[in-house]
């Protein structure tokens, strides 16, 4: 079974830094990784898929990076409706699980 | 404009059952893939079950297998999670997800119904 790790925990920065958050996995998962960001009282929100690509309509500020066990999510300059909770989720062998998340909070 | 409304939860004893439901609508139902998140409160997210297009496959987490059950009705564009000996650990709002499939042949979650909560206590 695959296990996601992320860090930080927790991201305190301000608007118009840049974030930068990491997300490992036990094993290769290729490049089937996926970023997500929930807000409180949202549901989450698909970014990132394929380790790079942005899903429809998400800012070109996100990009993500990486393949086999090594992934970065990159927000390049940080607006005030960025501050929330961001997951990884691999999607290359069940089960699926997503990691623990990273609070990016002011 | 892609629709997904869960229904069935509640409160419900410790070793009890319950039955989830997910309406979907918008979209063609039976060409995706879906799926069922879980999130305890407070808590991260947590991947529980999917299913194919057709139903012939089904996949769960560890924690629930011989417990859930997923399963779909293509015709009525319904998603279902039969839940069986519930534990207080099963506490959580469960959402519906479409999975969109991707040129690579990977699909990740692209809908997400608003959830539904889950108690599990006596």
């Known amino acids: 079974e695959i296990v996601l790790t992320q860090s930080p925990a927790t991201l305190s920065l301000s608007p118009g830094e840049r974030a930068t958050l990491s997300c490992r996995a036990s094993q290769s998962v290729r490049n089937f990784l996926a970023w997500y960001q929930q807000k409180p009282g949202q549901t989450p929100r698909l970014l990132i898929y394929?380790?790079?690509n942005r899903a429809t309509g998400v800012p070109a500020r996100f990009s993500g990076s990486g393949s086999g066990t090594d992934f970065t999510l990159t927000i390049s300059s940080l607006e005030p409706e960025d501050f929330a909770v961001y997951y990884c989720?691999?999607?290359?062998?069940?089960?699926?699980?997503f990691g623990p998340g990273t609070k990016v909070e002011i | 404009e892609v629709q997904l409304v869960e229904s069935g939860g509640g409160l419900v004893q410790p070793g009890g059952s319950l039955r989830l439901s997910c309406a979907a609508s918008g979209f063609t139902f039976s060409d995706y893939w879906v799926t069922w998140v879980r999130q305890a409160p407070g808590k991260g997210v947590e991947w529980v079950a999917n299913i194919k297009q057709d139903g012939s496959a089904e996949y769960y987490v560890d924690s629930v297998k011989g417990r859930f059950t997923i399963s779909r009705d293509n015709a009525k564009s319904s998603l279902y999670l039969q839940m069986n000996s519930l534990r207080a650990e099963d506490t959580a709002v469960y959402f519906c997800?479409?999975?969109?499939?991707?040129?690579?042949?990977?699909?990740?979650?692209?809908?997400w119904g608003q959830g539904i909560l889950v108690t599990v206590s006596s």
């Open positions: 997800v479409r999975d969109n499939c991707y040129a690579s042949g990977a699909c990740y979650g692209d809908y």
């Open positions: 989720h691999q999607r290359a062998r069940w089960p699926l699980p």
């Open positions: 394929d380790a790079s």
